[in-house]
């Protein structure tokens, strides 16, 4: 494992000089330690190499609702001006039909790309409960068992707390939104959670295996196990077991109820975060809210095989769409991660630098922020930050 | 000097077993809380091993306490990140994701049961419009997530939508859980009045309590079926203070007003807590958990003071 990671920051230091000549022996390298693929890094490297032809990268993107569609067309924009080597599949989900049609498609042109980038799709009251979330089908038929998310404080944005570093995962496939639900008494609605010992014990191993990953001291699984005595009750046994073969890694739990508390009042006393479905929602939500709102954060949906790249707290947006308010921040950001997982790390690290550039020294804020800047304005000097630390871009 | 028309009742609830063999609250006290309809209850532990369900639970069944009612209100000397907060969070606390029925399915799956029936979610809906409209609130909001669970909470949603038809004087909106969540630690005083299922209703009661200072600082109240109420306070016994002079009664005093002000009693009640208000502003005599080293006898000392000085 040390081998391989050595091997990743020499062509980093090699590559811009040599140009690619070396960058073919280090995939040839790379090629015979894939033995150690599996065991490796886990915000990625488990997952089979995508769709990757003549050098570029196939990406299935789904824009979505409301803000989704302009902002994806941003990152496009975006990642069209840096040269990355992304090209995009589009695959538009009608939210307004019935049909599972629109949503297979994209599942299945995620099955061949490996990964996404997606907008969230809108949920109409008006349609029949039959109509499941299209969001959650997509999650539940990929397996896309693991949500991470990373509240970080940044220090351009006027916050009530300071000093958060929190990451969250959440399991994303089960729980509360298992979409079970029937009537047997008209009147009387019973919904299903499913708790299962495989799925908590899975998220639990991936929540440990990151925090090792990433150096981080401490997990605090989120649980409601003094109501829920057997069902949260598997949940925090599982990750009790899985905490025993971390010795070096702190694990506590804590009741979701105090963790809200807690969070609003201490949020600097946690460190990594793991929770079954509905109470990773409450609580992402509620880390997005104390480090700037739903447009700074962006989120990764991780399977066995497949990735999918969208903003953590999954809004449409629909009362801001088209206005050119909209903080691209977490597309943007997405998009990043989405490049970090296809290895492309280099512009990733570029598009990043020049969104905290923005955020943080420029402090062209959006009006989620509190700040005047459009849409446009916003993306525009990303750009040209881009451009103005000398790498190749197309113009501007 | 003017004394509140209380007169108390000391009651017992331990749990007995009665007849058949099924644990109950002893039949004195559910006869006088039957007779007196209000009741002022502090924090109840639960022993683990005691053999019978949570004590809190079975009142909650004895007298079919279906609201809980916490009103969230800044406290103007305790400061923390969040100021003018004033919301009031009515959750729904008899059915819900608490139903208490689990199963396991096969070795290593295991199924909770959301209940969500017609019946409570129209009369939490119901308390919520007239709460609303008795104590001048000017908007109620239903917390859901219908999104996802279509049936459950559609039908809870489906049931707001109805009885806020009948109260046109009051503005609905709905929300779902996760923009709760998100625009309550960025903005709270967006809301006013939020009505929802047992669940989301425990999350975010506590989230609005940790926004004023934690449960030390907040009242809340139980309505129940044929008039019944009891106010408590919702922090825990603290066995390692008790008896030491040392505890807080902030919840409790702020509940006992919640109690007055249901009675009707506004002008006592008003009185009570803007003592109260003034004594934790004043920042002289705070117990130990507020920031002050004073005893709670010297605490509630300052306030029957200043209740006299209002007079």
Redesign the interface.
């Known amino acids: 494992m040390a081998a391989h990671s050595a091997v990743l920051s020499v062509s980093k230091i090699i590559n811009p000089f040599w140009g690619g000549r070396l960058g073919n022996t280090v995939k040839v390298f790379g090629t015979t330690l894939t033995s150690h693929r599996n065991k490796t890094q886990l915000t990625g490297e488990n997952i089979p190499p995508p769709a990757k032809y003549g050098g570029r990268h196939t990406v299935t993107l789904i824009p979505g609702d409301g803000i989704g569609p302009e902002l994806l067309n941003h990152v496009r924009e975006v990642f069209r001006f840096s040269c990355v080597p992304v090209d995009f599949e589009v695959v538009h989900v009608n939210s307004a039909l019935e049909t599972e049609e629109d949503i297979n498609n994209a599942i299945t042109a995620i099955r061949r790309n490996g990964v996404a980038l997606k907008g969230n799709i809108e949920t109409k009251h008006t349609m029949p409960p039959s109509v499941k979330s299209r969001n959650n089908l997509l999650r539940t038929s990929l397996d896309l068992y693991a949500n991470v998310m990373h509240c970080q404080s940044l220090p351009g944005v006027q916050t009530r707390h300071q000093n958060i570093d929190i990451m969250i995962i959440r399991e994303n496939t089960e729980g509360e939104y298992s979409s079970l639900e029937h009537e047997n008494v008209p009147g009387v609605v019973e919904s299903l959670k499913i708790i299962t010992r495989n799925n908590s014990l899975r998220i639990a191993e991936y929540a440990f295996r990151l925090a090792r990953e990433k150096g981080r001291r401490r997990v605090t699984a989120v649980h409601k196990a003094n109501i829920m005595k057997l069902g949260d009750g598997l949940f925090l046994q599982c990750c009790r077991e899985v905490a025993s073969g971390y010795p070096d890694i702190t694990f506590d739990s804590m009741i979701v109820d105090n963790t809200t508390m807690q969070l609003v009042s201490k949020p600097q006393q946690f460190d990594v975060m793991v929770m079954p479905n509905l109470y990773g929602n409450v609580v992402s939500n509620v880390c997005a809210g104390l480090v700037g709102g739903p447009g700074l954060v962006p989120g990764a949906n991780y399977g066995r095989d497949y990735a999918v790249f969208e903003t953590a707290t999954r809004n449409t947006g629909k009362s801001i769409a088209e206005k050119n308010i909209a903080n691209p921040t977490a597309m943007l950001l997405a998009g990043c991660m989405m490049l970090d997982h296809l290895k492309l790390h280099d512009y990733a690290s570029s598009i990043r630098n020049a969104v905290f550039t923005t955020m943080n020294e420029n402090r062209l804020h959006t009006a989620d922020l509190g700040g005047q800047g459009t849409t446009s304005e916003v993306v525009q000097s990303v750009m040209r930050i881009i451009q103005s630390k000398g790498q190749l871009t197309a113009e501007l | 000097m003017d004394i509140a028309p209380i007169r108390w009742e000391e009651r017992n609830v331990t749990a007995i077993k009665g007849p058949g063999g099924r644990w109950m609250i002893p039949p004195d006290a559910k006869e006088s809380m039957d007779r007196s309809k209000i009741g002022l209850k502090g924090p109840l532990k639960t022993p683990i091993a005691a053999g019978h369900p949570s004590m809190n639970l079975l009142l909650r069944k004895t007298f079919d306490l279906y609201a809980n009612v916490r009103p969230c209100i800044s406290i103007e000397g305790y400061k923390?990140?969040?100021t003018d907060v004033n919301l009031v969070t009515i959750r729904e606390n008899t059915e819900g994701?608490?139903s208490?029925i689990?199963?396991?399915i096969v070795?290593?799956?295991?199924?909770?049961?959301?209940?969500?029936?017609?019946?409570a979610s129209r009369r939490i809906a119901e308390y919520a419009f007239e709460y609303a409209r008795n104590n001048q609130r000017s908007s109620v909001t239903a917390v859901h997530?219908?999104?996802?669970?279509?049936?459950?909470d559609?039908?809870f949603?489906r049931k707001c939508r109805e009885v806020a038809e009948n109260y046109k004087d009051v503005k609905f909106t709905e929300m779902y859980?996760?923009?709760v969540?998100?625009?309550?630690?960025?903005d709270p005083t967006q809301f006013d009045v939020l009505v929802m299922p047992n669940?989301y209703g425990?999350?975010?009661?506590?989230?609005c309590?940790?926004?004023i200072g934690?449960?030390g600082v907040t009242p809340s109240g139980n309505i129940g079926a044929n008039g019944v109420a009891i106010f408590e306070s919702v922090h825990g016994t603290a066995p390692d203070i008790a008896g030491m002079d040392l505890a807080n009664p902030t919840a409790l005093l702020l509940s006992a007003v919640m109690m007055l002000r249901h009675m009707g009693l506004h002008d006592y009640g008003n009185k009570i807590q803007t003592a109260c208000f003034d004594t934790i502003r004043d920042k002289k005599v705070l117990t130990k958990d507020l920031g002050g080293n004073s005893k709670c006898s010297e605490f509630t000392a300052d306030i029957c003071r200043r209740v006299q000085d209002l007079d």
């Open positions: 923390t990140p969040y994701e608490y208490g689990e199963h396991v070795d290593g799956v295991v199924q909770s049961i959301k209940l969500i029936t017609e019946n997530k219908a999104n996802i669970m279509r049936m459950s559609g039908l949603l859980l996760d923009t969540c998100l625009n309550m630690v960025q669940l425990d999350i975010l009661s506590d989230l309590a940790g926004l934690g449960l």
